[in-house]
């Protein structure tokens, strides 16, 4: 412990020193003793949460592929520790990037199990019962494994978004946990994840802090420079191409997250891998599923091992979040119309949604969307997009000034034809609206979103 | 990977040593009014007994273990004469078995000797079916006291714990006292 609410032990505890509280030093986080080596940055999922409101997340994400409910918010929780963002970092709506460590410590999501496990499996699971007042705890020593347990009889609530006010956050506290299995004990800093307590309705334990990194980063170490960097994943047929930095040139490993269920906690393994430093490639082994990879290099220590970064293993490249570019001008309100979204370019998540705002009240327009990125005068705002133009239905400004898209991958235009959704390709969206008293033209548009889809 | 190495002395000693300064686990954050609204009793005593069990469960799974605390002393809310056991997950049996857990009070506060306040609720289950009177929120229901010059000290835990400051020991029974009236 680095600084402390409490008195000072060897000081005499006094009446006269019943008040006297030590100045609270800018790092408060403490350590339990111990680490996790290389064989031991596993980590497995017993979904046994039995609560409804535990594992009834059903939102996909492209960051965390196929796994749902608890098992997706404690991998969330888990992953915070990774030494860089996890994939893009996204994933939490709440709490931003994901991702955060900076230090030689990296996690391996290995699925789920299919027990409990003994007390250093590196398993997280429910159990029976409650302690009132206490949510979850972590059972170490931790050199050879731990376990996590989370009560039965808390009030869980799985995200993505908020939790209810009455349901504790179980991607927040099991990023407190997961904070212990690695060696770091509780901190001073209210605002640090490992803060000893937490109230219903708060998401802030998803996030982990300076206090937080500065810990984690005295176990482990500041992220090396030669620490192995995984930029990005692309699958073509049975083949895996990882980029990044500070490959061995001989001798790297691919790890892989296991396919379904069960296993003992061992990833799966390409081994012998030989990189020009940048690149690894290797065929996809039977037994691995979606997950992250990670490339350790030849190396066992703790730098040896890269950050994870998700992958489907289906043909196709990374997701990345929709970004927008090009402008738009102000219209008869004074104000320019702009476009926002929720969701992601994810065919399978099939969750995008567009929105315009600031326009005048009621004025009709229509989202259309193209190939190519442009930026030309167009009436009284610019033309975004050019080539393969496809106009989607007419619609009136709601009261407010917005209108909106719900972009459904599954129905025409995006299902087929020359508008189709195909993973790896780019579509850009725009909105244009009549405006008549917004200049001579007669109408002007939003400025404009582009779209990569991916699985 | 390796599994199920058997716990080494050291390494129990080492875990035990980081317990010795804090207490692990992430538990509700609770004020003194919440803790008493949620508690059958808290009380002030003298750790007399001191006893870790196993229980292997065919559903919350192998290697669960709890300390029991024998707790001799009188009750804050009514001021009788009381002697608890009080329940934790976590210890050790012995050098080689046990485990420890994240949620316990630490070995320093829970030796035998020490003259604590434990508030504690009768719980049903604890995991593998054990019913117990469970030492609520585990190390947050825990505050150990001291002998200063005008009388007996509870030595405040810091934020989001029940008793977060240091306070004189009759002073908070004077405020359990209130808030249990208030309960009924």
Known sequence: MKASHLIAPGLGLTVGLVLLFPAKRADAWSTIGGNLGQSQRDFRVYNNFSDGSDNNNQTYHYAFPNYYGAVQAIWKGCIEWSSLPHG?????????????????????????????????????????????????????????????????????????????????????????????????????????????????????????????????????????????????VTISGN????????????????????????????????????????????????????????????????????????????????????????????????????????????????????????????????????????????????????????????????????????????????????????????????????????????????????????? | MIRKTPIRLGLAALALLGAAAFGQAQIERLNLEQMVVKTDDAVVGVIIGSEVIRIDHPVDGPELYFTHLTVEGRSLVDGSPEEVVVTFAGGFVDRENGVWNSEAPSAEDTKLGNEIVAFYAHTENMGGDLEANALYAAHGGLYRTVEGRNGTIVLGRGEGYAVQHNIALEALNTRIKQIALEKK
């Open chain 1, 88 to 232: 893009d970092g996204s994933g939490d709506p709440i709490e931003g990037t994901l991702g955060s460590g900076g230090a030689n410590f990296d996690p391996s999501f290995q699925g789920e199990a299919n027990s409990v496990g003994g007390s250093n499996d590196n398993i997280h699971s429910e159990i029976s019962g409650g302690n009132g007042g206490v949510l979850a705890f972590a059972e170490t020593p931790i050199s050879n494994g731990w376990r996590i347990r989370y009560y039965e009889n808390i009030n869980w609530g799985d995200g993505p978004l908020e939790v209810g006010p009455n349901q504790f956050d179980l991607q927040g506290v099991a990023c407190h946990e997961y904070g212990h299995a690695l060696g770091l004990g509780h901190s001073g800093n209210g605002g640090a994840t490992m803060t000893p307590s937490i109230g219903p309705g708060n998401e802030s334990s998803r996030s982990i802090n300076n206090d937080d990194q500065a810990g984690v980063q005295a176990i482990y170490g500041s992220a090396s420079g030669s620490k192995p960097v995984i930029t990005g």
């Open chain 1, 239 to 455: 083949q895996i191409t990882v980029t990044g930095t500070d490959f061995s040139g001989s001798g790297n490993q691919i790890w892989f997250t296991q396919a379904g269920s069960g296993g003992n906690g061992e990833p799966v393994k390409v081994t012998g891998l030989s990189s020009n430093g940048t690149t690894l490639t290797a065929n996809i082994p039977g037994n691995a599923g979606p997950g992250d990879v990670l490339v350790r290099k030849n190396s066992t220590a703790h730098s040896g091992l890269s950050n994870p970064w998700p992958t489907t293993l289906l043909e196709g490249p990374d997701c990345v979040d929709p970004s927008i570019y090009c402008s738009s001008l102000p219209n008869s309100t004074g104000w320019p119309a702009t476009l926002s979204y929720t969701g992601t370019g994810s065919i399978l998540a099939n969750d995008l949604t567009i929105t315009c705002s600031g326009l005048p009240n009621g004025v009709a327009g229509i989202f259309f969307y193209g190939n190519n990125a442009t930026s030309t005068p167009f009436g009284e705002g610019l033309l975004c997009v050019q080539g393969g133009i496809v106009r989607l239905n007419v619609q009136f400004a709601q009261f407010g000034g917005t209108a909106e898209k719900v972009v459904d991958y599954d129905t025409p235009p995006f299902d087929s034809g020359a508008g189709a959704a195909v993973v790896g390709e780019t579509k850009r969206f725009q909105f244009w609206y009549r405006d008549s008293m917004g200049g001579p033209a007669g109408f002007n548009t939003s400025d404009a979103l582009s779209v990569t889809f991916c699985n």
